[in-house]
């Protein structure tokens, strides 16, 4: 297994287009988590699935945003049109809910960075 | 609401000394702690978790103590290294993970 694998690594657009992310988990895990990070901030939850079912999405995120996980393998973040407080480290990460330790440890995705020109 | 609090201003250490790093965090109670570190470009790395009934967790040079009354965990590194500097981000566990803005550290050798 290689990780968790996001593409594109890197998006540049115009602002009012449409962009679209991918998210290949690691396979034997069962959560997928989506966030969003700033320059000299923490990562911001967006949301997250358990297999197929989206459990939970953040108040914060515009309905610009969707995120789908289909079969509960890999998931797709899309943003419908892009503004430029959308420029952003989109980060995936995933878990084995309850894990060889019994909790919620996260592997992360190198990031897909996005430009809203 | 849920709030996470690092130190805000990056910390700069000689190389060989202990870097000492605060993570306090308001209105929950986390069943557990992780840490995780963050270079740039690159998504965050899980370093170490501790449990809300375990006072100090070790692994190598690392060290993580969690005291809830306080709502506070500290997090050591000591003989640090120049390789050591980073972003460290704390994250007091629930269902999702809620990170803190982290602290960044810089080791001068």
């Known amino acids: 297994d290689t990780g968790v694998s996001q593409d594109p690594r890197h998006k540049i657009t115009k602002r009012g287009q449409n962009v679209t992310f991918r998210c290949d988990p690691i396979?034997?895990?069962?959560?997928l988590y989506w966030y969003r990070q700033t320059l000299g901030q923490g990562p911001e939850f967006l949301t997250y699935?358990?297999?197929?079912?989206?459990?939970?999405k953040s108040r914060l995120l515009s309905d610009r945003f969707s995120a789908e996980r289909p079969k509960g393998s890999f998931s797709t973040l899309e943003i419908q049109r892009t503004e430029q407080g959308d420029s952003a480290m989109y980060l995936c990460?995933?878990?084995?809910?309850?894990?060889?330790?019994?909790?919620?440890?996260?592997?992360f995705g190198a990031g897909s960075r996005l430009t809203v020109l | 609401s849920q709030k996470i609090e690092q130190n805000s201003e990056a910390l700069n250490i000689q190389e060989g000394k202990t870097a000492t790093l605060t993570c306090n965090y308001t209105?929950?109670?986390?069943?557990?702690l992780q840490w995780y570190r963050q270079d740039p470009g690159r998504g965050p790395v899980f370093l170490l978790l501790?449990?809300?009934?375990?006072k100090e967790k070790r692994k190598e040079r690392l060290k993580v103590t969690f005291d809830t009354t306080l709502k506070q965990s500290l997090f050591h590194i000591t003989a640090s290294q120049p390789a050591d500097s980073a972003t460290y981000l704390c994250?007091?566990?629930?269902?999702?993970?809620?990170f803190g803005q982290g602290t960044e550290l810089s080791v001068k050798p």
């Open positions: 990460a995933s878990s084995l809910e309850g894990g060889f330790t019994g909790a919620n440890v996260l592997t």
């Open positions: 396979s034997e895990h069962n959560r």
């Open positions: 699935f358990q297999n197929e079912a989206q459990l939970e």
């Open positions: 209105n929950y109670s986390p069943a557990y």
């Open positions: 501790i449990r809300e009934n375990e």
């Open positions: 994250a007091p566990s629930g269902g999702k993970l809620i």
